[in-house]
């Protein structure tokens, strides 16, 4: 089957040929034609699986350019999706006159956004704090609304948006199509659909909160304190390319970004504090490969369309299921092989990830990472690219005139040529400033006791002479 014969418009079938998408995806084969009958829908499928052209499509065919009104609203969970499905509906409208889709997101100068929604806005992407922030400022009214589209349903339920989400339904018509697209089924999404749905079809694409076949997990179990070490040391072992590191908090990323960048990484961090035009700044970088490493929260678990991610590592074990399976979603996608890591430091967390391998049907392998390996100079060529950088100084100086496995040690007494090894100690060099310092107070502390029991001599020998005399 191919896109022609889904019933879908030249304009749209011209720009899906310029970009050659030919083959539609499973969820597309089934949902564009339940979608263009304004069926009311509910799509279980996994990231990567081609879901927005599949609704992006019957939704761009429906809109009536001569209504002056909204007549769709997408509410996803972060800005950085509603950035990436406003970029698709504008390149699939390329050939479609009066299509007017704006973004409303949180971050983002609001008086701009206002002035895009004057200009007779017919879709609305949005996330539901900031969509409901127009709403009360009367800049959106939603009573023309025909469509309304919940994607990525299940996070935006996580990140506690639940009464936001009810509260801008409410404000559409009931006479609307509802479309609600999910990567997980859990008990909050079934009792929005009861509430808000009519009669929806429920497609289902693969097992439900099943992880992709092509990714291949591997967890590690290290002590607490020497978890940043073990992340070095995977770093150094793992494939070089686009990689990917989740943390659970933004104090942990601040934490892994400092470490990262003293031993030589390039790297950039995401979190949800920071200004949106420096989020977007840094995923340009990242999607353009001028970076390889991103360190993030779970505010990018979703809606990061970077291709070929490699590496996802999960330097924290996400607090449930379905943020797992949305971080490792990030790699294995279009049929391409991924590699997913967790960093674990307790047995308690070996438990959790079991349950987590049970529930999804997937292999999770546990191996054993090497923490001694980041004193170690690896002559490969993933260590030449990444290590390259590293801030340290070698205490062994190679002996240009001996055999090249004889080092010249140095020591207090001067250098001695040492054993035949192929291991080289790094040391950070704020170690040995640091041990520098401490040494010189020593040495200060030294020489006045040293002074001070000269003078105690010298007096206790005047004082001996004066009674000599008496």
């Known amino acids: 089957m191919n896109f022609s014969n889904l019933n879908i418009s030249e304009n749209i079938l011209k720009v899906l040929k310029e970009r050659e998408i030919n083959q539609p995806t499973e969820i597309q084969q089934k949902a564009i034609p339940l979608l263009k009958e304004n069926k009311d829908l509910i799509g279980l499928s996994q990231t990567g699986t081609g879901k927005t052209l599949a609704f992006a499509i019957p939704l761009i065919e429906k809109i009536d350019i001569n209504d002056e009104f909204v007549q769709a609203i997408i509410l996803c969970p972060t800005r950085e999706l509603c950035q990436q499905l406003l970029g698709e509906i504008k390149i699939l409208s390329k050939y479609v006159k009066g299509i007017k889709a704006v973004a409303l997101y949180g971050g983002a100068d609001i008086t701009n956004q206002i002035y895009n929604l004057k200009r007779r806005a017919n879709i609305i992407v949005g996330t539901p704090g900031r969509v409901l922030d127009h709403i009360k400022r009367h800049t959106l009214k939603l009573g023309g609304v025909s469509t309304l589209i919940l994607d990525e349903a299940d996070e935006m339920l996580n990140m506690g948006f639940r009464n936001d989400i009810e509260t801008i339904i409410k404000k559409t018509p009931i006479e609307r199509q509802t479309v609600m697209f999910s990567a997980t089924m859990n008990n909050e999404i079934m009792q929005l659909a009861k509430n808000f749905l009519n009669s929806p079809v429920e497609l289902k694409i693969g097992q439900i909160n099943q992880t992709l076949s092509n990714i291949e997990q591997t967890y590690f179990v290290v ?248």
């Open 223 to 470: 002590p607490k304190d020497k978890k940043k070490r073990a992340l070095h040391s995977l770093l150094q072992e793992i494939e070089k390319g686009t990689t990917i590191i989740f943390c659970n908090t933004k104090a942990m990323v601040g934490g892994v970004q400092s470490y990262l960048e003293k031993q030589g990484y390039p790297l950039a961090v995401i979190h949800g504090d920071m200004p949106q035009s420096q989020r977007s700044r840094i995923m340009k970088s990242y999607k353009n490969g001028e970076i390889d490493i991103l360190v993030t929260t779970d505010v990018s678990a979703r809606g990061i369309d970077v291709n070929d991610i490699l590496n996802v590592i999960n330097y924290d074990l996400p607090q449930n299921l379905e943020w797992y399976i949305h971080r490792i979603g990030r790699t294995g996608r279009a049929g391409k092989k991924g590699y997913a890591w967790t960093i674990l430091n307790s047995q308690e967390q070996a438990k959790k990830l079991k349950e987590i391998e049970r529930k999804t049907n997937s292999i999770i392998k546990l191996s054993k990472l090497n923490l001694d390996g980041v004193t170690t100079i690896k002559e490969n060529n993933n260590f030449k690219k990444r290590g390259k950088k590293l801030n340290t100084k070698k205490r062994e100086i190679r002996n240009p005139n001996n055999n090249l496995d004889k080092y010249l040690i140095k020591t207090k007494k001067g250098n001695k040529l040492g054993i035949k090894t192929k291991t080289l100690r790094n040391v950070h060099k704020s170690k040995i400033k640091t041990q520098t310092t401490k040494q010189k107070k020593a040495n200060e502390l030294k020489e006045v006791r040293n002074s001070n029991k000269k003078n105690d001599i010298i007096f206790s020998k005047k004082v001996l002479k004066q009674k000599n005399k008496k």
